[in-house]
């Protein structure tokens, strides 16, 4: 956040600094009237009327003031005004991912994790609610953070100036793993964005019997559908995505093998089944399956 990329971070930025000076000399200007009244001798009598209606009223009423001004332009930088061509994305928090939502030109929804894929120097809006808990949706280069609550959905608007890497993370406590809940964002030239999105609507593939008996009652591997039993991250473009377990540990074939082994471990009392005793046979079918292919 002390290194704001985009119009939102820069206010929230240029809030952060004023404060900082802002305070920084106030509390110099203290010290020093506090060391005069310790220290000076034979000092005059201090005006009452300054010192009460100036340093009691007028000074504090000026300095808020003006914070409230930079604090309501920040605030507004953050809002989501109706915009046709802003690019729209949902997100989802869950305990403890991230759940994102794109739609193709047809409309069709095409669903991802833990990665979240934008368009450099375009308007976006995130889309944002919760299915469970209360999460917050942070990146702190980019924009304030939002609240994603279940039943609402609270729309947050920023801009990503140039292509790159931003880093993600949930900024409220939402139980045991809330640490171990970020995400990546990614913004693309508009071509390198379509043909991302492109990969992850073709991404769809028949999944091997190991994983269906496995895994497939709660992961989805057709980026169109939703697992079922418990909400868990659609898989379809793993072997694309560049960590897992919502940032738990990087996207290998080895660490592949260890999150769904040991994952228990890695990020207690996250919602997955146990699979410490697999059979081995089957856990190389599974890592086959979803291993990296980027
Ligand atoms: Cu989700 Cu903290």
Known sequence: MLDPAGPSADEINFLWLLMLWGAAAISLLIFALAGYAAFARNRPQAPTGLMLWGGGIVFPVAALSILLFYAMRAGDALVARPDATAFQVDVIGHQWWWEVVYRDSGGRQLISANEIHIPAGRRVHFNIRSGDV????????????????????????????????????????????????????????????????????????????????????????????????????????????????????????????????????????????????????????????????R
Not at 190 to 200: D, F, G, N, T
Not at 227 to 250: E, F, K, Q, S
């Open 134 to 293: 209360i999460h917050s949706f942070w990146i702190p280069r980019l924009a304030g953070k939002m609240d994603a609550v279940p039943g609402i959905t609270n729309i947050l608007s920023l801009v990503a100036p140039t292509p790159g890497a931003y880093r993600g993370v949930c900024a409220e406590f939402c139980g045991a793993q809330h640490a171990r809940m970020s995400f990546d964002v990614y913004a693309h030239d508009e071509a390198a964005l379509a043909a991302r999105l492109e990969r992850l609507a073709e991404a769809a593939r028949q999944p091997p019997a190991a994983f269906t008996q496995h895994c497939a009652q709660c992961h989805a591997v057709d980026p169109g559908a939703r697992g079922g039993r418990i909400a868990a991250p659609n898989l379809a473009d793993l072997p694309m995505r560049r960590r897992l377990g919502a940032g738990a540990l990087p996207n290998t074939s080895e660490s592949l093998r260890e999150w769904i082994t040991n994952h228990q471990a890695l990020k207690p009392g996250n919602r997955m089944d146990v699979f410490a005793d697999i059979d081995p046979a089957h856990l190389d079918e599974i890592v086959g399956f979803l291993e990296p292919r």
